[in-house]
T-cell receptor, first 114, second 112 residues
Framework: DGGITQSPKYLFRKEGQNVTLSCEQN?????MYWYRQDPGQGLRLIYY???????QKGDIAEGYSVSREKKESFPLTVTSAQKNPTAFYLC?????????????FGEGSRLTVL | GQQLNQSPQSMFIQEGEDVSMNCTSS?????WLWYKQEPGEGPVLLIALYKAGELTSNGRLTAQFGITRKDSFLNISASIPSDVGIYFCAGQAGGSQGNLIFGKGTKLSVKP
């Protein structure tokens, strides 16, 4: 079945360590996104990518980095520069033109910093 | 920046009751979307609205794109226990896909 796969589902990290969250999609979607979700909050955009080898900062990009070397993959690195990294991270994709807002989400990765 | 005000923040209802929630904005949007998120999972798209005044149904769910383009509502009729979750509205002003704005969600609890 087509969909988006995020891994790991749960991740613990010590302060000062970088960590990379994986996101893979087999929907043949052009656009991919990373959102951060905190309790009682809406989803906040970290980074997005419209095409391979191109990505744009979202509202809260500081302390994060991404790459888009393949259409199917959009990994997110949470760096040690991110001051409050404990959160639920959601990856999403969309078809593109005419349906940018119709997002398909993965199941999320919950990162806890110890 | 643009913000969406989603209300109510939470709802506790009896099975079989109808539910209504809404989102408002001070800015105009070209697209309104409604998503549902169950615990520990990613949101799932319920309904997408693309025209002012549009009324769209998906089973027991009905959503409308407000005439002013600054609001949208979602109704759920005859609620059932599996309707439990957090419902998010999202609005998009157009242009770059990076400007999809999410509301903070309405948490729905259904008592059997």
């Amino acid at each position: 079945d087509g969909g988006i796969t995020q891994s790991p589902k749960y991740l613990f990290r010590k302060e000062g360590q970088n960590v990379t969250l994986s996101c893979e999609q087999n929907l043949n979607h052009d656009a991919m996104y990373w959102y951060r979700q905190d309790p009682g909050q809406g989803l906040r955009l970290i980074y997005y990518s419209q095409i391979v080898n191109d990505f744009q900062k979202g509202d809260i990009a500081e302390g994060y980095s991404v790459s888009r070397e393949k259409k199917e993959s959009f990994p997110l690195t949470v760096t040690s520069a991110q001051k409050n990294p404990t959160a639920f991270y959601l990856c999403a994709s969309s078809r593109g033109t005419g349906a940018w807002g119709e997002l398909f989400f993965g199941e999320g990765s919950r990162l806890t910093v110890l | 920046g643009q913000q969406l005000n989603q209300s109510p923040q939470s709802m506790f209802i009896q099975e079989g009751e109808d539910v209504s929630m809404n989102c408002t904005s001070s800015s105009i949007f070209n697209t309104w979307l409604w998503y549902k998120q169950e615990p520990g999972e990613g949101p799932v798209l319920l309904i997408a609205l693309y025209k002012a005044g549009e009324l769209t149904s998906n089973g027991r769910l009905t959503a409308q794109f407000g005439i002013t383009r600054k609001d949208s509502f979602l109704n759920i009729s005859a609620s059932i226990p599996s309707d439990v979750g957090i419902y998010f509205c999202a609005g998009q002003a157009g242009g770059s896909q990076g400007n999809l704005i999410f509301g903070k969600g309405t948490k729905l609890s259904v008592k059997p």
